[in-house]
C-alpha cells in the first residue's frame, strides 16, 4: 500500500528565510505532484514532476524529485507572506488489476510566513 | 471557463438522510475523482473513474456510490448519511494520458452531518 508522508506537518518561518518541505514515499513511481491550498479554498496544481531528476520552478518555489530516494522536496527561496498556506504532495500509485491508478495524498504541511 | 463544478458549496443533513453531490466537468477528461478532506488527514480518495461507464473505489468507499454515465458528469451519492461523513469534499479530473495526471479540481462541497 502506498503511503505519502509530508515533513513538516507545521512551518512558521519569517520572511527573507529559506526552507525545504520533504515528501516521502513508499513504494515505486515516477510521477509526483505539488499542489497548494489557501484557507478555506480548493487546491491548484503548483508543480508536475514526472520523472527522476525532474526539477520545475515558479518563482520562489522550487521542487525535485529522486525516484531512487522515493523523496520529493519542495524548496521555498527568500519567503514571503503570499506563500502562507497549505502545500501537498500527491504520488501516483502502482497500477491496479483494471489498469487505473489511484493518487495518495500526504497529509500536507501548513506554511505560515510571519513578516 | 467553468472547469470543474461542484454543486451544492453548503449542506447540512440530520443522520440517515440521503444526498447527491453533483460533479460536473467542461475539458473533456477521462479521470474524475472524489476526495473528502478532513483536518489532519490530508485528502483520502473516496472513488475514482478511469472513463463512462467505469468506476473503482479508493481508500474510503464505505457509505457512498457512485456512477458515470456520461464523461462530463461524476455524482457522489450519500445513502444513509453518518456524522463521520461531516467534511469537505472535492471533485477532481484530469486529462489521463499515463499516470492520475495533474489534477484540477472543483472549489468544494462542504457537508455537515447532524
Redesign the interface.
Known amino acids: 500500500e502506498l503511503k505519502v508522508e509530508q515533513n513538516p506537518l507545521f512551518l512558521s518561518m519569517q520572511e527573507g528565510k529559506n526552507y525545504t518541505i520533504y515528501c516521502n514515499y513508499s513504494t515505486t513511481s515516477d510521477?509526483l505532484?505539488w499542489?497548494r491550498q489557501d484557507p478555506g479554498?480548493?487546491?491548484?496544481?503548483l508543480f508536475?514532476l514526472l520523472s527522476n531528476g525532474a526539477v520545475k520552478q515558479e518563482g520562489r518555489l522550487m521542487a525535485s524529485l529522486d525516484t531512487k530516494a522515493r523523496l520529493s522536496t519542495l524548496h521555498i527561496t527568500a519567503a514571503v507572506h503570499d506563500l502562507s498556506a497549505t502545500y501537498?504532495c500527491?504520488v501516483?500509485g502502482p497500477r491496479?488489476q483494471?489498469?487505473?491508478?489511484?493518487?495518495?495524498?500526504?497529509?500536507?504541511t501548513k506554511l505560515t510566513v510571519n513578516p | 471557463n467553468a472547469g470543474v463544478t461542484q454543486t451544492p458549496k453548503f449542506q447540512v443533513l440530520k443522520t440517515g438522510q440521503s444526498m447527491t453531490l453533483q460533479c460536473a466537468q467542461d475539458m473533456n477528461h477521462e479521470y474524475m475523482s472524489w476526495y473528502r478532506q478532513d483536518p489532519g488527514m490530508g485528502l483520502r480518495l473516496i472513488h475514482y473513474s478511469v472513463g463512462a461507464g467505469i468506476t473503482d473505489q479508493g481508500e474510503v468507499p464505505n457509505g457512498y456510490n457512485v456512477s458515470r454515465s456520461t464523461t462530463e458528469d461524476f455524482p457522489l451519492r450519500l445513502l444513509s448519511a453518518a456524522p463521520s461523513q461531516t467534511s469537505v469534499y472535492f471533485c477532481a479530473s484530469s486529462f489521463q494520458i499515463r499516470g492520475t495526471g495533474e489534477l484540477f479540481f472543483g472549489e468544494g462541497s462542504r457537508l455537515t452531518v447532524l
Open positions: 510521477r505532484y499542489y479554498k480548493s487546491l491548484e496544481s508536475v501537498f500527491a501516483d491496479t483494471g489498469g487505473s491508478e489511484k493518487l495518495v495524498f500526504g497529509k500536507g
